[in-house]
């Protein structure tokens, strides 16, 4: 067996039939299975069965009755009673190409990695089977929130957020993996460095059915990321929070001395800034440094961001004094707390983020060879 397909459903029955037949296409001749690990409260499950009984390649169902894990948790199980140790995994609901496979299996075959994730952010991909512009504004947020959070780890891989991949078995251990939302690739990723490549695709719109992103979808999305990345995200929080005292306690000093608010906020500024950077160097990002250049380069990049940053939150601050009537230090307070957030991400993806490895060959360069295979 050279690949197997591993579709985790719930409640997809009209997208069933076409799924395996354009999944057969895909790959002719090439000795496949599909996998459907189905956690469905209609009669997907028959419907399953049935389409396997005149299916042109082997078809497995796995119902499972008492779901644990979500998505995640039926993936992994997929994945656990494959016949093949290259796995792909996508949704049932045909967003997902299945003539996109194709370009996935090459690239594996190539050897020099152990995902190929099918990406909509790369030249040649794109997301416009999203169903409307709020959530491809959240669909971007989430993913450049999560780029941040492992900015090594997920330096080489554009869409972390898909459902869309190829993973080679043999580089996991699955009994680590410990899903608890719908974003499995994310988990992976983030557990272990391992060796990506990624190939374009369009982002299909649903062919039969309706979406499952919900609110709590995206409240299990936040509680799995925090818990894969606690560690750095709160370092930086600890590092931004004492510099967020010592900015305030400097202003307070300053203005008891006489001087005008908003220069004490400058001054402030500068000095934290520059206590930031060095917390920052040797504590939440030491050990980023050496794949990220120069410390003067890191420190410019730094330093022009906050600096921007200070100059945008200084005006904001004077509104909030003379229109709003906060009390000076409590303004500068409001304006500290939102400006964490792009803080970190900022230095996550930008400062500290690893010089550019080389980039993996074009699809275009694999669609040849394969084509040649299937041909003889």
């Not at 190929?116 to 971007?140: E, F, I, K, Q, W």
């Not at 005008?260 to 500068?270: D, E, F, G, N, P």
């Not at 792009?342 to 669609?367: C, D, G, S, T």
């Amino acid at each position: 067996m050279i690949l197997s397909v591993i579709v985790p459903t719930f409640n997809e029955g009209p997208n069933v039939a076409e799924l395996v037949r354009r999944t057969a296409a895909a790959l002719p001749g090439r000795d496949i299975e599909i996998i459907f690990v189905d956690d469905s409260t209609d009669d997907t499950p028959e419907i399953i069965r049935g389409v396997a009984q005149n299916a042109p390649v082997p078809v497995r169902l796995i119902h499972r009755d008492a779901p644990q894990g979500g998505l995640g948790g039926a993936v992994v199980e997929g994945i656990k009673a494959a016949a093949s140790d290259f796995c792909v995994v996508m949704d049932g609901d045909l967003q997902h190409p299945p003539e996109v496979i194709a370009d996935l299996l090459a690239r594996a075959e190539m050897g020099d990695a152990e995902v190929v994730v099918a990406s909509r952010y790369v030249d040649g991909g794109t997301s416009d089977g999203l169903a409307n512009a709020v959530r491809t504004m959240v669909s971007r947020a989430s993913t450049m929130l999560t780029k941040a959070m492992f900015p090594k780890k997920l330096h080489n891989c554009s869409d972390p957020m898909t459902g869309f991949f190829l993973i080679d078995r043999r580089s996991l251990d699955i009994d680590e993996l410990r899903p608890r939302g719908f974003k499995i690739l994310l988990e992976i990723l983030a557990r272990k460095q391992m060796r990506v490549a990624e190939v374009p695709f369009d982002f299909a719109p649903r062919f039969a059915g309706e979406s499952k992103a919900s609110f709590s979808q995206g409240m299990r999305f936040l509680t799995q990321l925090t818990m894969l990345r606690f560690g750095r995200m709160s370092a930086f929080a600890v590092v931004g929070g004492l510099g967020a005292v010592a900015n305030l306690a400097i202003m307070w000093g300053l203005q008891t001395f006489g001087v005008q608010y908003l220069v004490a906020a400058v001054i402030a500024s500068v000095l934290t800034i520059i206590a930031n950077f060095i917390a920052l160097e040797y504590l939440v990002f030491a050990d980023m440094r050496e794949e990220s250049g120069l410390m003067r380069h890191r420190f410019i990049k730094s330093f022009t961001f906050n600096g921007i940053e200070a100059i945008v939150r200084i005006p904001v601050i004077w509104l909030l004094v003379n229109e709003a009537h906060i009390q000076s230090v409590l303004a500068a307070a409001l304006t500290l707390i939102a400006a964490f957030i792009i803080r970190f991400v900022f230095h996550a993806l930008v400062v500290y983020a690893p010089k550019k490895a080389q980039a993996a060959p074009a699809v275009a360069a694999v669609r040849e060879p394969l084509e040649d295979e299937l041909a003889a």
